[in-house]
């Protein structure tokens, strides 16, 4: 089964998804931010990363181009959750390796078709 980590400096947003995400027999992971997900990905091997991007330290973008550069998670898939705007207003994110942009709050329909989508299911 896949694993999973949510990066959402909201923690009530984190457990929605976690709990969502777990019904459907997801192992998953929380941060509250980027620079703690980035230590964990440093010691655990994760399938996707679920991540905000307006956080506190280090945004959603920041944190998975950190990820990238610094090949820590070579394969993962990137799903990032925006709050405002549009995907045309984040033309970065497919260099930066995101493969998928959701609005939130997440409609977890689209979320479980964005990953079955990613994973070839």
């Given at each position: 089964m ?18 969502a ?22 010691n655990t091997r ?13 945004t ?5 181009k ?6 820590l998670?070579p394969?993962?898939?990137m ?9 045309a ?29 990613l994973?070839?299911n």
């Open positions: 896949n694993k999973i980590i949510i990066v959402d400096d909201e923690k009530i947003k984190r457990i929605k998804l976690a709990r995400l777990r019904s459907k027999g997801f192992i998953v992971d929380e941060a509250k931010n980027g620079i703690d997900a980035i230590g964990m990905i440093k994760y399938d996707l990363i679920l991540i905000d991007n307006i956080m506190p330290k280090l959603g973008i920041d944190t998975c950190y990820i990238k550069d610094n090949k998670a394969g993962i898939k799903i990032l959750l925006i709050g405002y705007g549009s995907l207003d984040y033309p970065e994110i497919k260099e930066i390796g995101i493969q998928k942009a959701l609005q939130k709050p997440v409609n977890t329909s689209d979320l479980f078709n964005s990953i079955a989508e994973f070839g």
